[in-house]
């Protein structure tokens, strides 16, 4: 994250946008023109401005010097006396998808395994599948994770890798369906125990490529959530079971992650149910201003607090105070904790601005 006055005077910034943008503590109180950024992005004068003058978030997809690829966002930042006090700007690790995608543009003509930098981050992993759900390529950091051989995982049908650990009747019936049709799934949790690693809570998602020729071909990602911020509240849930108020912790894409039995009882959502929806669509929140004027003061300060509208499973209309605080991991934000009080039925007359 890092902010700026409506001078494009840089105000702050974390350790992550330290690092893609090249930054050091000095550069607090420097215009953010005269630096020379990583990031390749020719208009981002013209971008920020735009942002600032029409009170309008914009996006988009940009690659630094390195070959990293980001989601830029840049949302107008607006003080609690409703005036614009310059903006913050977000970048999110896409390099991923971007990876799967272009490789397989390059790649006819080629071997599958060659085609694709299967390489990805320790705890995230990629498994390329054929539309028989047979396993064609995978990264070499799954099996040093998982403590498998080249011989147990390739050529092999998906669903038999190490005795059918990796999988479940939801994933295998998403995986006939993106097979079938190219429709994409994301947010399949279920735990499994593993033979000298224990149980592993993991998140699958499979996405169709078109490979050209006719030829399709499924991208599979597995991530090992077992330690990741939403698991550690999930492991904490009989403390936070015991609060009172309505707590949901949401993913960096306001996707949910967690929520007490306060919450289910208030919102009438089982987590089951609601896990991985986007929470303001799920609750069809009416902000106070706007969802990126919101979220621009919360990634900003790191702290937000106010009411908010809610509509519940069952249709009714409530009004709550809520507190929204970052969660950092190696200092950079990770997830969103929301603590929610009800304070009333909301009235019709109520002046919030949908998302």
């Given at each position: 994250m890092l902010m700026l006055d409506n001078e494009l005077v840089i105000r702050r910034f974390t350790s992550q946008a330290r690092e893609i943008f090249g930054l050091i503590p000095g550069d607090v109180g420097r215009p953010f023109l005269n630096i020379n950024p990583s990031i390749e992005i020719p208009d981002l004068q013209q971008m920020i401005v735009q942002v600032i003058s029409n009170f309008t978030a914009v996006e988009r997809d940009v690659r630094d010097r390195t070959g990293m690829w980001y989601q830029l966002r840049i949302l107008p930042y607006r003080t609690l006396d409703n005036k614009v006090d310059g903006c913050v700007m977000t970048l999110v690790d896409i390099s991923k998808s971007k990876q799967v995608e272009q490789g397989f543009r390059r790649g006819q003509g080629e071997s599958q395994s060659r085609a694709i930098d299967l390489t990805s981050q320790p705890r995230e992993f990629i498994l390329v599948l054929d539309?028989?759900?047979?396993?064609?390529?995978?990264?070499?950091?799954?099996?040093?994770?998982?403590?498998?051989?080249?011989?147990?995982?390739?050529?092999?049908?998906?669903?038999?890798?190490?005795?059918?650990?990796?999988?479940?009747?939801?994933?295998?019936?998403?995986?006939?369906?993106?097979?079938?049709?190219?429709?994409?799934?994301?947010?399949?949790?279920?735990?499994?125990?593993?033979?000298?690693?224990?149980?592993?809570?993991?998140?699958?998602?499979?996405?169709?490529?078109?490979?050209?020729?006719?030829?399709?071909?499924?991208?599979?990602?597995?991530?090992?959530?077992?330690?990741?911020?939403?698991?550690?509240?999930?492991?904490?849930?009989?403390?936070?079971?015991?609060?009172?108020?309505?707590?949901?912790?949401?993913?960096?894409?306001?996707?949910?992650?967690?929520?007490?039995?306060?919450a289910e009882e208030l919102y009438g959502w089982k987590i089951e149910e609601a896990i991985g929806a986007v929470t303001h669509d799920l609750l069809k929140t009416q902000f106070p201003q706007s969802v990126d004027r919101t979220t621009a003061a919360l990634r900003g300060e790191g702290f937000w607090e106010g009411k908010l509208g809610h509509t519940t499973k069952r249709g009714k209309k409530i009004l709550v105070a809520s507190r929204q605080a970052m969660l950092e991991e190696g200092g950079r934000p990770v997830a969103i904790l929301e603590v929610n009080r009800v304070l009333g039925v909301s009235k019709e007359k109520h002046k919030a601005q949908r998302a």
């Open positions: 539309t028989q759900l047979q396993v064609s390529a995978v990264g070499p950091a799954f099996y040093n994770a998982f403590q498998l051989s080249r011989e147990d995982v390739e050529n092999r049908p998906f669903k038999e890798v190490d005795g059918g650990r990796w999988t479940c009747p939801k994933f295998e019936q998403a995986l006939e369906e993106a097979a079938k049709t190219g429709k994409p799934t994301e947010d399949i949790e279920f735990e499994q125990e593993f033979p000298n690693l224990g149980k592993k809570r993991l998140r699958l998602g499979v996405r169709a490529i078109e490979a050209g020729g006719g030829m399709r071909v499924l991208a599979v990602s597995i991530a090992d959530i077992t330690d990741h911020p939403e698991e550690i509240f999930r492991k904490q849930a009989t403390i936070l079971n015991l609060i009172h108020d309505a707590v949901l912790v949401r993913d960096m894409a306001d996707r949910l992650r967690f929520m007490n039995h306060v």
